[in-house]
Each structure stands twice: as C-alpha cells, then as structure tokens.
C-alpha cells in the first residue's frame, strides 16, 4: 500500500510570511494526525482528525495555526504569520483509527526553517 | 495526560554490544506500547508494540516486555550493528474513543564499527 504523503519536503520562509503544507493519507484511513517535531525533542500533536472533524486541537497554537481536512481525506496545515519558533518538521501521520491495535503511519515530514 | 520518559542520549555502541534504552510512562488506564525508529533523513517507523501487561513486541532483533508494575517498556538488542544508528522514541497509545499517541524525548544511537 501506497504510504502516508507529504510535500513540500522542505520549505524556508522568512519570519511574518505564511505557508502551508499538504497531506494525503494512506486510502481508507479515517483518522489523521498533525504532529510537530521541533529539533532534539519528540513530536508533539497538533491536531488530531476523525474523516473531517476535528477531535482534538487543544495544543494548537489557534492564533497563527490553522488545519482543515476536506471531503476526510487530504489535509492541509497553515502558519499565518510564522514566527521563528515554528522552525520544526511537521509531521502527518494516519490510522484506520479507533482501537489500540492500530499504530499510526507516518509520512516523511516537511522540514520548515523561519529566518 | 499521558507522558512518556525516556532515557537522555546519545548512546554510543560498538558494535556487537548490548542495547538498552528505558522509557516509563504515565497514563490513564493501560495504554498500548510502541517503540518507533527514526533513521537519517527519514519518517518515523514503527518497530514494535505491546498492547497489554507482559506482551513482548519484536522486530529486527529488537525486544520490549510492557511492564504494567514499573510502568515500563525498556527496549533491548543483544548485538547491535551500525545499520541500527539512528533516533528511538518511545511512545504511549490511549485515549479512549479517541486514540492519541504521546512520545518520549527520542534517544540517538550511534553504533562504530
């Protein structure tokens, strides 16, 4: 099976500008993850989709952060204006979701550096 | 919520050594167990899980036994190679009906010829 996709693979923006990133999860997987990697510590989650609803957003920083996932599938994460903070790798990952035996697959991440 | 401890790095092996990288965890109820592996300039891998108190997940030579006593899911491989350089997180699964997974800090494995 086709794996969980993400692009840009790397992007540099200066800080104020804004950018987004895009995912397409693996086919038929109900729940996406949007998780942020900052350098030297663990991913930390972002927000969390069940088809296009959101079930949980609670650390996402609401006021420059902003996700959506249209028609369940694709997602797209914006940073609107970035700060240099932000610089991390983004991480998408997907699952059919629901139970514990379901670990989660993760894309290869979009590496973001903020100047 | 649920918190993930795990060992400080770097960890630094000759290879053929023996590996173990610790990680406890704090969570409601028992969450299932995962220990995800991260290779240079690539995504996160699963490289194995328990999903209840004394299963033993396995891969690549790589073993962890979910210990519910000590709160417990230290990772272990008797011969490392230097092919198994790379970033170890521990991870926690739970959440009731919606299932989340918190990680540990990652610990970074080099292994010398």
């Known amino acids: 099976e086709a794996g969980v996709a993400q692009s840009p693979r790397y992007k540099i923006i200066e800080k104020r500008q804004s950018v987004a990133f895009w995912c397409n999860p693996i086919?038929?997987?109900?729940?996406l993850y949007w998780y942020q990697q900052i350098l030297g510590q663990g991913p930390k989650l972002l927000i969390q989709?069940?088809?296009?609803?959101?079930?949980?957003d609670s650390q996402l920083p609401k006021d420059r952060f902003s996700a959506e996932r249209l028609k369940g599938v694709d997602s797209t994460l914006k940073i609107q204006p970035a700060k240099l903070e932000d610089s991390a790798v983004y991480l998408c990952a997907s699952t059919p979701g629901g139970t514990a035996n379901s670990p989660l697959h993760f894309g290869n991440g979009t590496r973001l550096t903020v100047t | 919520g649920d918190s993930v401890t795990q060992m400080e790095g770097p960890v630094t092996l000759s290879e053929e050594a023996f590996l173990t990288i610790n990680c406890t965890y704090t969570?409601?109820?028992?969450?299932?167990l995962f220990w995800y592996v991260q290779y240079p300039g690539e995504g996160l891998q699963l490289l194995l899980k328990a999903t209840k108190a004394d299963d033993k997940g396995s891969n690549k030579g790589f073993e962890a036994t979910y210990r519910k006593e000590t709160t417990s899911f230290h990772l272990e491989k008797g011969s490392v190679q230097v092919s198994d350089s790379a970033v170890y997180f521990c991870?926690?699964?739970?959440?009731?009906?919606?299932?989340?997974?918190?990680f540990g800090k990652g610990t970074l494995l080099t292994v010398n010829p």
């Open positions: 969570a409601t109820g028992y969450p299932s």
């Open positions: 086919s038929g997987h109900a729940t």
């Open positions: 989709f069940q088809n296009n609803g959101v079930v949980d």
């Open positions: 991870a926690a699964y739970s959440g009731g009906s919606n299932y989340k997974l918190t």
